[in-house]
């Protein structure tokens, strides 16, 4: 089986290299949002897919450790992909587009609620490529009043 990575595998390549990131999540709400720092390690596996590893403060204290993994599957013609952390005991599983102008990845993704115990929730996550050295993640979770609410947003900065 020969692969060739496509233009969408090309995409993923932005993200490769050593990042700095500050976050800034709200945990609860009329709360003051909480501000964590960290760093992410990201490397291409084979041209198709991406490893992103990340080691930071955790709202509240603590450090924590996630892995995303991100590639294209030409077959359902989307962006599919992981996320795992230290932090907590679910496998989060994404699927997500690319916008028309190439700059925003959407990726959706269910998982336990952070307000009510037992309830699954919709989740959308939003990498924006600012430019070469900068790229946004956000975090939007899906409300019982049918909005999308932004809970975090992580600004990643490239080492230089």
């Known amino acids: 089986m020969k692969l060739e ?3 969408e595998h090309q995409w993923l390549q932005k ?3 050593e990042w700095t990131y500050e976050t800034e ?3 609860e709400p009329g709360k003051p949002p909480e501000k964590c720092r960290g760093t992410e390690s990201v490397r291409s596996f084979g041209g198709v897919w991406v490893l992103c590893e990340g080691r930071g403060e955790m709202p ?3 450090t924590a450790t996630m892995m995303i993994t991100l590639g294209y599957d030409p077959v359902k013609k989307r962006y599919v992909g992981t996320f795992i952390g230290s932090m907590m005991t679910n496998l989060w599983v994404y ?3 690319l916008d028309s102008a190439g700059n925003l990845l ?3 993704t269910e998982g336990p609620s952070f307000t009510a115990e037992g309830k699954m929730a919709k989740y959308k996550d939003v990498i924006e490529i600012k430019n070469d050295d900068h790229r946004v993640l956000s975090s939007n979770v899906l409300g019982d009043d049918g909005t999308w609410h932004r809970f975090m947003t992580a600004n990643y900065r490239r080492m230089k």
Do not use: I, R
Request: aromatic share 0%.
């Open 95 to 97: 699927e997500g587009e």
């Open 25 to 27: 999540a709200t945990m």
């Open 15 to 17: 993200l490769v290299g």
């Open 106 to 108: 959407t990726l959706d």
């Open 60 to 62: 509240g204290g603590g």
């Open 5 to 7: 990575p496509q233009k």
